[in-house]
Each structure stands twice: as C-alpha cells, then as structure tokens.
C-alpha cells in the first residue's frame, strides 16, 4: 500500500504495498497505531483530525484518498524542486515558481497515492491498519477514485505547462517512473531506490525552470537526494517489516535487516557529498557549507540514534526529514543572499 512514484506518500510518506503474491496468506497482523488513532484501534485514519471537525461529510474521503491529513510527505516531494529554483537563482528565488511547485506537489502527490489505493483497494480491505480507507469501506468506489485522480492530474498538468519548455519536457520524462514505482516493491528488495529517482525529479525541474537547461549542479543535487531518499525511506519501512514479510512485500529494511545503520551511514554520506559537489559547481559561498555541515549533523543523528525494532522511533525520524528539507534550503538561501 506505498503511493505511487514521486506523487507522494501515503501513511506520511509513501505508504508499504502488498504484492499478488500476498493472497492466499489472510490478513497482515495488525501494525502499530498511527498517529491520531485511537488507542486500540490499528487504523491509520485519524479519529478526531481536522478533516473530520471542518471538511463536509462528501469532502473527506477525497481528503484522505490525497492524504492532505498527512503533510510530510509533500514536504519531502516539495523539498527537491525548492532546492533546485533556490540552486539556480541569483539571488531570491522566485515566489510564483515556489508557489507554484508547491501547487504541483500537493496534488501530484494526491493523485499519487489515490493511484495507489485503486491498485491495492482489495488488499487493503484484508488489513486491519489499512480497511478504513476511503476504498475498502466503500466511502467512495473506484470510478469516483479515478475521476478524482484524473482531477488532480490535470492540475498538475495546468502547474507544468506554466513551466518553460525545458521543464515542460523534464515533466514528461519522468511519467515512465511515476507508472512504474507501484510495481516495484512487487519485484525488487529495492523500491526505495524507485522511489527517490520519482521524489527527487523537482530538483532538475526547478533548476531548469529558471535557467532553461541543466547542468551537474542540478543533476548531483538531484542524485543526492535519491541517496537521502534511500535513507530516510529505509528507515520508515523498518515499521511495516513483519507485515512485509508475511505479505511477500519487498523492501530495502528486509534486504539490509540489522546491518541497517552502517548502510544509512553510507546512503547519507553519498548524499551529502554529492550536494557538497553540486555547491562546488554553483558556486556557493561559506554560508552553504555551513548549512550543509548543520545537515550532515542532522543526518548523522538519525542513523545514530534510530532504532530499527521500534516503529514509534524510525517514524520519528522519518519525519525529521523535514528539518532536513529547510536547513539545506536555508543553506542554499543563505549562500546566495550573501
């Protein structure tokens, strides 16, 4: 049940899949209680959230089949195209085309993981985390989940051709990996790596939505985020392992198992060397490597201080990512203001 391509998590990143192989077996034990839900209870929707207190009753099965009630991950689809317009400018960005890739995460992503729980509404229906969902309780049918995917396809759409034509193009390479990325966990140990080659694409979009082209700057922003990706993604499927396993579901915490932490040293290292690379072809000042040095601290801390055998903790630092996200964007800033 992970989201599709670099559309976007599901849970609060991109959410664990079932693959064919997994019928047969019955239902997946139950998973730890997400964030929100009732004690007791396994479900990951929320009881109580703001989709219930201030959305209609019709809104909030397309507010969860989106997962607006969970921001992280367009936080970490976001992050990448800010890196690369912030990379590319002379000096301040430009706002619209912040906002406007803004835009285009909220809803690539939405329709990301509507996708998503089209392709595994009948698994999902079998688990006991997942059976509340909008599909599998019947809030709304596939048509009704199609069209609204369609819909948020097209605001997409309308947020690319905006763009200038390098962009445009760049949009377009990418779909490949966007229709492919459900599959993978299906076929290999290593669909974290699927996964960081769809979120990361924003960094050669934004670069080239304000130069016009692209460069090594923006191509070794671009691979070390695909390196932060496998990072931070192989510490959130530490949390769904048991469930994996009885499923069939494959994953980068089930090939790695303990010997995790050396290899998260290792995703984090590549990616704050090749972010230190592309500073060096950009041309950024002191202030950049300050930031960066603040990064590298934080990623350090997390391959550090997580443990992989407790669900509540690789969730946590899962989510720091975010703080990751600013402190390389204020460190990109930072560098071109000065």
Not at 40 to 66: C, F, Q
Not at 153 to 158: C, D, R
Not at 167 to 177: E, K, M, R, T, Y
Request: glycine share 12%; aromatic share 10%.
């Amino acid at each position: 049940m992970r989201s599709a391509s670099n559309m976007g998590p599901a849970r609060d990143t991109p959410n664990r899949s079932s693959p064919g192989g997994g019928e047969g077996r019955g239902p997946a034990t139950p998973a730890q209680p997400q964030e929100g839900a009732v004690r007791g209870d396994p479900s990951d929707i929320r009881t109580g959230d703001w989709v219930e207190r201030y959305l209609p009753a019709p809104l909030r099965p397309y507010a969860r089949l989106a997962r607006l009630d969970r921001p992280i991950g367009t936080w970490l689809l976001l992050f990448p195209g800010w890196w690369g317009i912030a990379f590319a400018a002379p000096h301040w960005p430009d706002l619209r085309l912040m906002a406007l890739f803004a835009l285009g995460a909220v809803v690539m992503r939405g329709a990301g993981c509507t996708l998503n729980d089209i392709a595994d509404r009948d698994y999902d229906g079998r688990v006991a985390r997942t059976r509340l969902r909008p599909l599998p309780s019947g809030a709304v049918t596939v048509r009704q989940a199609a069209l609204f995917m369609l819909a948020q396809l097209a605001m997409g759409a309308a947020v690319l051709l905006s763009l200038n034509r390098v962009s445009i193009l760049l949009g377009l390479a990418v779909l490949p990996l966007i229709a492919t990325y459900p599959f993978m966990k299906r076929i290999t140990y290593w669909p974290q790596l699927f996964l960081g080659l769809n979120f990361n694409w924003g960094a050669l979009v934004g670069w080239a939505a304000v130069a016009g082209g692209l460069g090594w700057a923006p191509v070794l922003l671009y691979a070390g985020g695909v390196f932060w990706t496998l990072g931070y993604d192989t510490i959130y499927a530490h949390q769904d392992k048991e469930d994996d396993i009885l499923v069939g579901v494959k994953s980068s915490a089930l090939a790695l198992g303990a010997h995790t932490r050396p290899w998260l040293y290792l995703f984090y290292a590549g990616a704050i060397g090749l972010w230190a690379a592309a500073g060096l072809y950009a041309g950024l000042g002191a202030l950049f490597w300050l930031g960066l040095g603040l990064a590298a601290a934080q990623l350090a801390w997390q391959a550090a201080a997580v443990d992989i055998d407790d669900p509540a903790d690789c969730l946590a630092k899962f989510r720091s990512n975010r703080v990751l996200g600013w402190l390389l964007l204020a460190a990109i800033l930072a560098a071109r203001l000065a």
